[in-house]
């Protein structure tokens, strides 16, 4: 099972980026994803360029990277991507819905997935994907009764296309697809209504 840290590093970070958003605003917070994604990029560089930097990295951050992250870029990168991205193309509700269904149902599929997965597809599990949407239910709800949640109707579709894009065995890191496809979507039913 993947590290409890990794975890809640997945979950928290999106809160903090969300967070990010509305303490800065619009302008200010692109610049903040921006600037923070070139960050990241550059610890990425050094690390895939640098065998010895790559092997501290793993030695002391081993709870927050997986094992088939040593030759190529963590889920970091995609995940600050993924974020500034929807916040840039999308309104802020459907931005803020669509990290929150990365954040806390990409988390929710993979434990509950992993501990609780028996029927298979592909290599996820029914099980996991419905902890997702259920994670997803509960995130529009919270989000609903903050008053940072695009209408129901959105929250609804947004959420399925989520949970589908997590299953989908795609190349793309679900980490930038899950945000910038479900916010997208939402965004198409929001233009609708």
């Known amino acids: 099972m993947d590290g409890i840290g990794r975890k809640f590093y997945h979950a928290l970070g999106g809160v903090w980026l969300i967070a990010m958003y509305y303490a800065l605003g619009r302008d200010k917070a692109l610049l903040f994803y921006a600037g923070l994604a070139l960050f990241v990029a550059s610890i990425e560089a050094a690390r895939l360029g640098s065998r010895r930097i790559n092997e501290f ?52 599929a993979t434990t509950i997935g992993q501990r609780y997965g028996k029927t298979k597809i592909g290599n996820k599990s029914l099980e996991g994907t419905a902890g997702f949407l259920i994670a997803c239910a509960l995130a529009s709800l919270l989000l609903s009764l903050l008053d940072l949640a695009p209408p129901w109707q959105a929250l609804v579709v947004g959420s399925i296309v ?32």
């Open 57 to 108: 990295i793993f030695k002391h951050f081993s709870g927050f990277i997986r094992k088939k992250e040593a030759d190529r870029p963590t889920g970091t990168l995609w995940y600050v991507l993924g974020v500034g991205l929807s916040f840039y193309m999308f309104s802020p509700e459907s931005a803020t819905a669509s990290v929150c269904f990365l954040a806390f149902g990409d988390v929710t």
């Open 162 to 193: 989520a949970a589908a894009v997590e299953l989908m065995p795609v190349k793309v890191n679900d980490n930038l697809s899950i945000p910038v496809i479900a916010g997208g979507v939402m965004e198409a039913v929001l233009r609708s209504l």
